[in-house]
């Protein structure tokens, strides 16, 4: 792990080891089971707080890596643009999947989500690596923005 520090933010990125077809994903239940199998096992996690991940990807949407973007409260998280963007491009990513979590246990976006996601893929756009997905993941369910047409 690459571990980047400064007196107001702590980037955290996670190169995988590639190998050919490995964890691609190309739909929903693969990014939440990179999610659940990946994420869940770092040692920063923590399932009562919400929690944000931008997943890197090639252009064979195989997972590259990933960057801790946002650490919240119980209910909100504060993410940016350029934190979620800053380790894709240092990766060299093709793409992104942004995943973030809700201790409630329900997977459905607020306003703020709508509006982060809305911001995010707009600057993917501009630099050129697009917002694949945007996931809320909770105990017992997935909501994609990608499925729900607002991305």
């Not at 119980?74 to 942004?98: P, S, T, W």
Request: proline fraction near 3%; charge should be negative.
């Amino acid at each position: 792990m690459t571990h980047y520090e400064n007196s107001t933010f702590e980037v955290r990125i996670q190169r995988l080891n590639e190998t050919p077809g490995s964890m691609k994903l190309d739909d929903v239940s693969s990014a939440a089971a990179y999610w659940r199998e990946k994420i869940t096992a770092m040692p920063w996690y923590d399932p009562e707080r919400e929690m944000c991940v931008a997943v890197m990807l090639n252009a064979r949407l195989t997972a590259i890596g990933h960057s801790l973007v946002g650490i919240g409260s119980l209910n909100e998280c504060i993410v940016h643009a350029r934190d979620v963007f800053r380790a894709a491009v240092a990766m060299g990513a093709y793409a992104v999947i942004v995943i973030h979590n809700h201790p409630s246990g329900e997977a459905v976006p607020s306003e703020a989500d709508r509006r982060i996601t809305r911001r995010l893929s707009e600057a993917g756009g501009i630099i050129q690596i697009s917002l694949l997905d945007h996931l809320i993941v909770s105990a017992n369910s997935c909501f994609s923005f990608r499925e729900a047409g607002l991305v």
